[in-house]
């Protein structure tokens, strides 16, 4: 059951090779299972790992009740350490399965960093040994000076061990925590950029940027600090227990069993603060994209003077925030003053029942002392099991977030046993049809058409018959309902998906551009840029016209988004980008609608020399863009009613014709005015 959540991690290539590793990991767990139940039973152990007070030259005698006593409590103490990991676990115990896989593969680093734990926690447990060896000799006059200076230097010297091998412990787990963050972030990326546009249009992108960012930075804290405190505290507070039942068993009883009052708190408060985190993450979300598309719409935002308006339902979302942010701290605040209650308590109990068997001669002073000492040791590992609790609350919020994206499978992927496009550039559709979003309305039905390759196609129709959508199948950014699209007779379905794509050159409706130089922007995609290819392309797309009034030429840094470019401008760094990949099919997606009429003429006059011998598919609103195709359908209402070369659908006289004579009407008005 523990490893049945591997499924949700992501199938990439750098994690697809783990997931052996992970089941042989399951196997070693459940292998060594009854050896580490065999490590923690027993009365034995614990007490050889520890000198026992006894021999300094203090005789006692333990009698069999008091053994009997010793095993009694220390039971009680694994009971209340599994029950405390319980009530930690719960529901987020689900969602942390996410990170075994990660965690298996630093198993090394992070059972070091447990072993340097383990004798740090040894090694503190001695100062209180110190401490009363000290006193006692003090009470009875029974020190000089040198010896002193000797348990001074003991304690100073095991502060230095001490704080050595916490260093050496921070550095093992924090470096693997930010190995594992690094990981996951780069899983979350591959993932994210497998999903097709239908996962875009569902999520919005400041709340999947949080989750890149705001989640793994809590799954971080829980692995680093996290991690870190709580082996610490796990073995000061086992080797405290231990030393103070050696000391006396009758106290250490007490705080063993006064100290699962804590385990209640933690029980009452941990599941609300998780809720209550998953709603601040939630909102953090939403005031992220908020933020994102004012400042992607700045222009629009500001066209419309619409800035205070903006602003108003910004604070509104940031002031949620807050107050969501409120109430988890609030609930998080909530522990301290219960742990200090705790603790408070017990010290009092123990002050109590102590001093009155140093009074009856049963207890030392020295004793006493050291009980305290390991008391106050204790209080730090309370204080790690309640941050903990904060830490393991936002992680596991966090983590199902995280485990929303990754547990989804890319809808759009290669088959199998993929086939490689013999790269000729034939395009057909078979009775092809879409639905809108997966519905049972039909945005595309009963489609087929052949495009011999080399030839030319043009698609017109009004806008929202479906157009765009109908050249998305052939690049798989989404697949059909029904029927084949076919790519030299393969259907592309079968085609390896990042060769087909590599073979198409398209120009979207909305060019987007990366922040990134005008040069690297053209080059996206081609793995070496060819100087005079890129000087071919800039000439073809007219961007040669506009490359003197950038203040670095073709090496000008582009804004985000292009937000420093014309409409016009960004138009024409598309179809520079697409002929770049000299690809064998070309897309040109109502890629002049932004340029005017002259630098449209310019544009095409070069392009029909690049669309010579390449299969391409234009479409247009403009006639004069199409009237050259070697065949031209009308889309209308998601199905072709008309198709032909530009003279055949003239004569017919009817829906390309109408659009024809209102382009010629509207050119003529604009030339009498």
């Not at 594992?180 to 709340?207: C, K, P, V, W």
């Not at 009883?253 to 993450?281: E, K, N, S, W």
């Not at 908020?290 to 222009?299: K, V």
Request: aromatic share 8%; charged share 20%.
């Amino acid at each position: 059951m523990l490893w049945s959540g591997l499924e949700s991690v992501p199938t990439t290539a750098m994690t697809r090779h783990r997931w052996r590793d992970n089941r042989n990991m399951a196997t070693d767990y459940r292998q060594n299972r009854p050896l580490r139940a065999s490590v923690h039973s027993g009365d034995g152990l614990g007490a050889s790992l520890i000198p026992s007070p006894l021999s300094f030259g203090q005789e006692k005698t333990l009698k069999s009740p008091l053994s009997i006593l010793r095993l009694t409590t220390i039971s009680c103490d694994l009971v209340y350490t599994a029950l405390a990991i319980f009530a930690l676990s719960g529901v987020g115990m689900y969602h942390l399965r996410l990170l075994f896989p990660y965690i298996y593969r630093y198993r090394y680093r992070l059972i070091a960093g447990l072993v340097v734990a383990a004798l740090g926690a040894a090694v503190s447990s001695f100062s209180p040994l110190v401490l009363r060896l000290a006193i006692d000799s003090l009470a009875n006059r029974a020190i000089d000076p040198h010896q002193l200076l000797w348990f001074g230097g003991a304690l100073i010297g095991l502060a230095i061990i001490d704080g050595a091998m916490k260093f050496v412990q921070r550095m093992l787990i924090a470096v693997t925590s930010y190995r594992i963050e690094n990981d996951l972030r780069a899983d979350l990326f591959d993932r994210l950029l497998s999903f097709d546009q239908m996962f875009y249009q569902q999520h919005y992108t400041g709340d999947l940027m949080a989750r890149l960012t705001n989640d793994l930075s809590a799954v971080r804290q829980f692995l680093g600090p996290g991690l870190n405190g709580a082996a610490t505290a796990v073995l000061t507070f086992l080797a405290a227990t231990v030393l103070m039942m050696l000391v006396d068993p009758v106290l250490a009883l007490i705080v063993v069993l006064l100290l699962p009052m804590a385990t209640i708190v933690f029980v009452a408060i941990g599941g609300r603060m998780r809720q209550a985190f998953h709603r601040v993450q939630d909102q953090f979300g939403i005031l992220s994209t908020r933020a994102q598309e004012n400042f992607a719409g700045i222009r629009t935002v500001k066209a419309f003077a619409q800035e205070e308006a903006e602003i108003a339902v910004f604070a509104a979302d940031n002031e949620r925030y807050r107050k969501l942010n409120l109430h988890y701290v609030l609930l998080s605040g909530a522990l301290w003053p219960a742990m200090t209650f705790c603790l408070g308590f017990i010290a009092a109990l123990i002050l109590l029942v102590g001093g009155q068997r140093v009074a009856a001669g049963t207890l030392t002073i020295g004793e006493l002392v050291q009980f305290n000492a390991y008391l106050a040791l204790l209080a730090f590992p309370m204080i790690i099991l309640g941050w903990m609790v904060n830490l393991f609350q936002q992680a596991t919020a966090s983590l199902e977030r995280l485990n929303d994206i990754l547990r989804l499978q890319p809808a759009i992927i290669s088959p199998s046993t993929p086939r490689l496009p013999p790269g000729r550039g034939s395009i057909e559709f078979r009775k092809v049809g879409v639905r809108t979003n997966h519905s049972d309305q039909w945005l595309l039905r009963n489609l087929s058409f052949q495009v011999p390759a080399g030839k030319v196609m043009a698609i017109v129709g009004a806008t929202g018959a479906g157009k765009t959508t109908l050249v998305n199948l052939l690049g798989r950014v989404r697949d059909p309902d029904e029927g084949q699209v076919l790519i030299d007779g393969i259907d592309v379905r079968e085609l390896e998906l990042a060769a087909l794509r590599r073979m198409i050159g398209y120009v979207p409706q909305e060019s987007f551009l990366f922040s990134m130089p005008l040069r690297e922007n053209i080059g996206f995609g081609v793995a070496t840029v060819d100087p005079a290819r890129l000087d071919h392309v800039i000439e073809v797309s007219r961007l040669s016209n506009d490359l003197d009034q950038f203040p670095d030429g073709i090496d000008t840094m582009v804004g985000e988004r292009g937000v420093t470019l014309s409409g016009g401008q960004k138009q024409r760094m598309a179809i520079a980008r697409a002929l770049m990949r000299d690809p064998r099919i070309l897309i040109l997606d109502d890629a002049l609608s932004s340029v005017d009429t002259h630098t449209a003429a310019q544009i095409l006059a070069g392009l029909r020399a690049e669309m010579n011998g390449r299969t391409t598919i234009i479409i247009a609103q403009r006639i004069a863009t199409v009237r050259d195709a070697d065949q031209i359908i009308v889309l209308d209402d998601g199905q072709i009613v008309e198709r032909g070369s530009h003279q055949e659908l003239l004569a017919r006289n009817g829906r390309y014709a109408a659009m024809y004579r209102r382009e010629l009407l509207a050119a003529e008005l604009e030339r009498e005015e």
